[in-house]
């Protein structure tokens, strides 16, 4: 059974750098083609893909957010963690953590039930 | 940047059949996903592929591709399919896009 779950600050101070972790169940980040991927929903708005990483450690960012992320992975402890610097109330979102399982198609299968995020002072 | 394209709402009656499009100028060269999302949990899955429907989701969920817009069908909608649904895409380099997100009304 493949579970995600997220954890994290449920509230940040503007200009605080964010840390979120997934913890994952039910398969492993060093499988060919397993790829983990932060994504965000701000209140009654879109989703909005953050960043990915990749079995092999290949990591992938939004283009429009990438200079204030960071992926990274910890396959013995089947966690995946998301850096996010010089947080704004914008940045108020759900944050979750999705699979991929795909060498080609870039999708997501499982998800984890959402962390929301508040920044403010 | 590369965008989705879906109308806010759609809204149908009861054993109706419900359209839900995305345009997109990369969707004849890359396959489309469809998530629905109710209040609360998080988005599923519904369809992959442009077509392809997973396993658990319910025969009356299609999707269909045509040039740049792809499209999620609802057949014979029931109550239980009043939800927002997002399609989902991604570019040649595998940055991953989500259309607008199309609010699903069942009258």
């Known amino acids: 059974q493949v579970t995600l779950k997220e954890s994290g600050p449920a509230l940040v101070k503007p200009t605080q750098t964010l840390t979120l972790t997934c913890t994952f169940s039910?398969?492993?980040?060093?499988?060919?083609?397993?790829?983990a991927n932060w994504i965000r929903q701000p209140p009654g708005k879109a989703l909005e893909w953050l960043a990915r990483?990749?079995?092999?450690?290949?990591?992938f960012y939004s283009t429009s957010l990438k200079t204030r992320l960071t992926i990274s992975k910890d396959t013995s402890k089947n966690q995946v963690v998301l850096t996010m610097t010089n947080m704004d109330p914008v940045d108020t979102a759900t944050y979750y953590c999705?699979?991929?399982?795909?060498?080609?198609?870039?999708?997501?299968?499982?998800w984890g039930q959402g962390t929301l995020v508040t920044v403010s002072s | 940047s590369y965008e989705l394209t879906q109308p806010p709402s759609v809204s149908v009656s009861p054993g109706q059949t419900a359209r839900i499009t995305c345009s997109g100028h990369?969707?004849?060269?890359?396959?489309a996903y469809w998530y629905q999302q109710k209040p609360g949990p998080a988005p599923v899955l519904v369809i992959y592929?442009?077509?392809e429907r997973p396993s658990g989701i319910p025969e009356r969920f299609s999707g269909s591709s045509s040039g740049t817009t792809v499209t999620l069908t609802i057949s014979g909608v029931q109550a239980e399919d009043e939800a927002d649904y997002y399609c989902?895409?991604?570019?040649?380099?595998?940055?991953?896009?989500f259309g607008g997100g199309t609010k699903l009304t069942v009258l």
């Open positions: 999705a699979r991929t399982y795909s060498n080609s198609w870039y999708y997501f299968d499982y």
């Open positions: 039910g398969f492993s980040l060093s499988t060919s083609g397993m790829r």
């Open positions: 990483i990749d079995w092999d450690d290949d990591k």
């Open positions: 990369a969707l004849p060269k890359q396959y």
């Open positions: 592929k442009d077509s």
């Open positions: 989902q895409s991604a570019d040649s380099s595998g940055q991953v896009v």
